[in-house]
T-cell receptor, first 114, second 115 residues
Framework: AQKITQTQPGMFVQEKEAVTLDCTYD???????LFWYKQPSSGEMIFLIY??????QNATEGRYSLNFQKARKSANLVISASQLGDSAMYFC???????????FGQGTELSVKP | EPEVTQTPSHQVTQMGQEVILRCVPI?????FYWYRQILGQKVEFLVS????????KSEIFDDQFSVERPDGSNFTLKIRSTKLEDSAMYFC?????????????FGSGTQLSVL
């Protein structure tokens, strides 16, 4: 069965510091995609970054990078140089090849302190 | 960038009433989804829709729920007789394909409050 786990309900980080949000997953499908979405207080779901299971290199998108460790089934999000606007809920999600739907983790609420 | 649009942004209804939540997916997308997020909880899959029929649904999606694509652009979620526990944010999403690499584009959500 598909499963996504985010073990940090809440995280604090000082402005301009880097922060890592944890995500582990479980799937028997050899081909899958891993996603991170940001949900600010306004409620919308904003796509941040994607990692394919066969990608050799870790994905990066600006200040976001994904630390993909396939053997450990982890896909942690690293935000560098945190900004106050990064305060939001962050969801890790997985989509299996030909699986269709996206399955979300429980989320991590990140608070950036000035 | 093209976007998924949802209306209304907020809906208040009385328990037992029917509600229809509306979505306009991105025009060239073929796969459509509804998700639900109860306040403070994770985002839960409700249903996926392709080629004018449901391709998968969760156990949450019981007989009180239905989906429809009445024309070439709209995708609707109907709740026939709302319950208090249906109060949640409802997200519509769409994607070009169902492959694992394809990201889902989400609408801004409809906040449903059942009184």
């Amino acid at each position: 069965a598909q499963k996504i786990t985010q073990t940090q309900p809440g995280m604090f980080v000082q402005e301009k510091e880097a922060v890592t949000l944890d995500c582990t997953y479980d799937t028997s499908d050899p081909s899958y995609g891993l996603f991170w979405y940001k949900q600010p207080s306004s409620g919308e779901m904003i796509f941040l970054i994607y990692q394919g299971s066969y990608d050799q290199q870790n994905a990066t998108e600006g200040r976001y990078s994904l630390n993909f460790q396939k053997a450990r089934k982890s896909a942690n999000l690293v935000i560098s140089a945190s900004q106050l606007g990064d305060s939001a809920m962050y969801f890790c999600a997985m989509r299996e090849e030909q699986g269709g739907k996206l399955i979300f983790g429980q989320g991590t609420e990140l608070s950036v302190k000035p | 960038e093209p976007e998924v649009t949802q209306t209304p942004s907020h809906q208040v209804t009385q328990m037992g009433q029917e509600v229809i939540l509306r979505c306009v997916p991105i025009s060239n997308h073929l796969y459509f989804y509804w998700y639900r997020q109860i306040l403070g909880q994770k985002v839960e899959f409700l249903v996926s829709f392709y080629n004018n029929e449901i391709s998968e649904k969760s156990e949450i999606f019981d007989d009180q729920f239905s989906v429809e694509r009445p024309d070439g652009s709209n995708f609707t979620l109907k709740i026939r007789s709302t319950k208090l526990e249906d109060s949640a944010m409802y997200f519509c999403a769409s994607s070009e394909s169902r492959q694992g690499a394809e990201k889902l584009f989400f609408g801004s959500g409809t906040q449903l409050s059942v009184l």
